[in-house]
């Protein structure tokens, strides 16, 4: 194969890698569905240059390759005219056993073309292997690299990360309210009792990694491993952050309902959903939506218990396989219920998303050049914060084991 033809499949394979990327990124948004991240539509934007690139690279390849292909063509064709159209046959291969007989008797009786057919039938070939030619065999790479990072983020989505302000900062939330109660007689005085309104420090945790590549490894790989580098740190990014919301907010949620050892029973669990439900919605006075995270090894007990069927008269429409992947995976009771990797093990949260607040400050990749050693650094951080607005707006379900 030409350097050409090598390079022009290299440019052919990188196109399809990042238009398979772009349509991941966009697959992964409409299952939810939701907008692109800010994260999503950068690396769109560099998957899109990239491609934009390859393609300006290809043409004066693809040129060249044309011109050189109307030469052959037309050598073949003048090579043809001078050596005439008449030549032997370099190989013979029979139809049938019946047609090899046939030909036999013919070179018997002294058919020449008989005869010659036989010869070249018989003659001993040396057979040309890929094992004869291994310096000639290019080594092959099926794109795209399988990397099993669950970039989703179920409780932070649900939650909707707020813009993270910059340094010290507090909510403000009403630790006393004002009172009313009924008059004891007419002109008597009413009940007066003031508003306290106290405030909720927020301090922010920094995530973030960061990876030195080597110049070669950049301009040589296929697909490209900056590209694969920042998608990963991206990915345990994302890891981390959901880690720490699902942490803190189990950790700050009063006890609640408990399941028993063993296999529970559809009643059992949708009765600790309602118990702690019913001690959740007072807590926030009713504002927020109620939602509930279960880890994914509890969905072997929830799934099987709330199957999809759709009878009328079930507390669930049934959990699907494939919803996991999307973080929610049905109801139960009206409680959405979402599957995610940083809850702790045989523990469900239920909390009102007026309970509990997500502030993020993400500064993506960073990179800077290392001409000394001819390397790159490449870097993925943010900024993180998970606020427990009221505590007694969420509890904690745990099945013994």
């Known amino acids: 194969m030409r350097q050409s033809d090598q390079m022009l499949a290299r440019y052919a394979a990188e196109i399809e890698d990042r238009q398979n990327f772009i349509d991941r990124l966009i697959e992964d948004a409409e299952k939810q569905p939701r907008d692109l991240t800010e994260q999503e539509m950068e690396l769109l934007t560099r998957a899109r240059d990239r491609i934009s690139a390859c393609n300006e690279q290809m043409k004066p390849l693809e040129e060249s390759l044309r011109i050189s292909g109307e030469s052959s063509s037309r050598v073949a064709a003048i090579a043809k005219l001078m050596t005439g159209t008449s030549k032997k046959p370099k190989e013979v291969e029979y139809r049938s056993a019946g047609h090899y007989v046939l030909d036999r008797w013919r070179a018997g009786i002294g058919q020449s073309e008989a005869s010659e057919r036989l010869e070249l039938y018989h003659r001993a070939a040396a057979h040309q292997t890929t094992g004869d030619n291994p310096g000639l065999l290019p080594e092959q790479i099926l794109g795209p690299v399988v990397n099993f990072v669950d970039a989703g983020r179920p409780l932070t989505s649900a939650l909707g990360a707020r813009q993270l302000p910059s340094g010290s900062w507090s909510r403000p939330k009403v630790t006393q309210h004002t009172a009313t109660a009924g008059q004891v007689g007419e002109k008597t005085e009413l009940t007066s009792q003031k508003m306290v309104i106290g405030k909720l420090p927020v301090s922010a945790s920094t995530y973030g990694g960061y990876v030195n590549v080597s110049r070669q490894d950049i301009d040589w790989t296929q697909p490209a491993i900056m590209d694969l580098i920042i998608n990963d740190l991206a990915g345990q990014y994302a890891l981390d952050t959901e880690n720490h919301v699902c942490t803190n907010l189990t950790t700050a949620a009063p006890a609640g309902p408990t399941l028993p050892t063993g296999a529970p029973t559809a009643a059992q669990v949708t009765a600790a959903l309602w118990g702690a439900a019913a001690t959740v919605i007072p807590a926030t006075g009713g504002q927020g939506s109620i939602l509930a995270v279960a880890p994914p090894e509890l969905m072997a007990i929830l799934g099987p218990l709330f199957p999809s069927v759709g009878p009328t008269n ?88």
């Open 314 to 401: 079930a507390q669930s429409t049934g959990f699907s396989v494939a919803a996991m992947a999307s973080g929610l995976a049905g109801s139960i009771a009206g409680i959405p219920v979402y599957v995610s990797n940083g809850m702790a093990a045989d523990t469900i949260l239920v909390l009102s998303s007026a309970a509990a607040e997500a502030y993020e400050d993400r500064i993506g990749p960073l990179q800077i050049a290392e001409p000394s050693v001819l390397g790159v650094q490449v870097a993925y951080a943010g900024y993180f914060a998970a606020l427990v607005i009221e505590a007694a707006g969420m509890s904690k379900i745990v099945k013994t084991p």
